[in-house]
């Protein structure tokens, strides 16, 4: 269970799990839950054009993420981007089958990218995954605090200076960038139930930041550390015990919230609206 391509498999999907854990804590703080799954979903294309074309897939990925953030933030305001997102996101899903039915392992190519290939990770996928990564988690540490602030209420930050729109992008970036380094791994589909079911969780056990993100990894590394061995013990898909877990990690923390007699502090719980 541990050597071979197993080793691999429990490094990267580790990694994965961490960067997860930490941005994920902000998808759910600011609601951003739509987006991060329609960022990886509206990637899914350039992972298809570089397989076509020949090339790494983190390029085509990485190209796509960065589209994908400019058409989430220009089609639509406050409100809107739920509509210009779906719309975009069946379209770029066509696109990614039609890239995909010009290659000679079309089923495969498609499972590959939409549910992960976390037993099939090299040494070299290790090594770029990290970096990206530590560049992730290094650029939502630097955003840290007006992150915050951005996510608790729009209207402070722009007292303070900073334009939330600014921040909007800037995180969707960030969301990016983790969507880019886990896809090839967990998969488009699975990126989602990372980012958000375990970060959801984390924060129905506690309402300071801080600790909630170190829930969320924890729950987020305990998530892919089960699936890994029941998969390996079982010869099932990961993905099926990596979306069952994220949704069970979530169930839990609802449980908690409804059964614990005291409720968290509002302040947490949903972005403030901005000033009419």
């Not at 799954?37 to 509206?42: I, K, M, N, V, Y």
């Not at 939409?114 to 990770?121: D, K, P, R, S």
């Amino acid at each position: 269970m541990f050597s071979g391509f197993m080793l691999n498999a429990w490094i990267i999907a580790s990694i994965v799990a961490v960067v997860a854990g930490v941005v994920g804590f902000f998808v759910v703080l600011r609601g951003n839950a739509f987006e991060a799954h329609a960022l990886p979903l509206g990637s899914f294309p350039g992972a298809a054009a570089a397989s076509l074309l020949g090339i790494n897939s983190f390029i085509g990925l990485a190209v796509f993420a960065a589209l994908g953030v400019l058409g989430i933030n220009r089609l639509g305001g406050r409100g809107k981007q739920g509509v210009a997102t779906a719309l975009s996101l069946v379209f770029l899903l066509g696109l990614g089958a039609l890239f995909f039915s010009f290659t000679n392992e079309y089923a495969p190519a498609i499972y590959s990218f939409l549910f992960g290939e976390v037993l099939g990770t090299s040494t070299s996928q290790i090594l770029l995954v990290a970096f990206l990564g530590v560049v992730a988690i290094m650029a939502t540490a630097i955003l840290y605090r007006p992150l915050m602030l951005d996510s608790l209420s729009p209207d402070l930050v722009e007292v303070s200076g900073i334009r939330s729109s600014h921040m909007e992008i800037l995180f969707l970036l960030v969301l990016a960038l983790a969507t880019v380094m886990s896809l090839p791994v967990v998969g488009a589909l699975l990126v989602f139930s990372l980012m958000v079911g375990p970060p959801a969780a984390a924060r129905s056990f506690t309402s300071r930041p801080l600790v909630a993100i170190l829930l969320a990894v924890a729950f987020a590394l305990l998530t892919v550390w089960i699936a890994l061995a029941l998969s390996y013990l079982s010869d099932w898909p990961v993905g099926f015990f990596v979306g069952s877990l994220g949704a069970l990690f979530y169930g839990l923390g609802r449980g908690w919230m409804s059964w614990r007699p005291f409720k968290r502090s509002p302040h947490l719980l949903q972005r403030s609206a901005p000033a009419q």
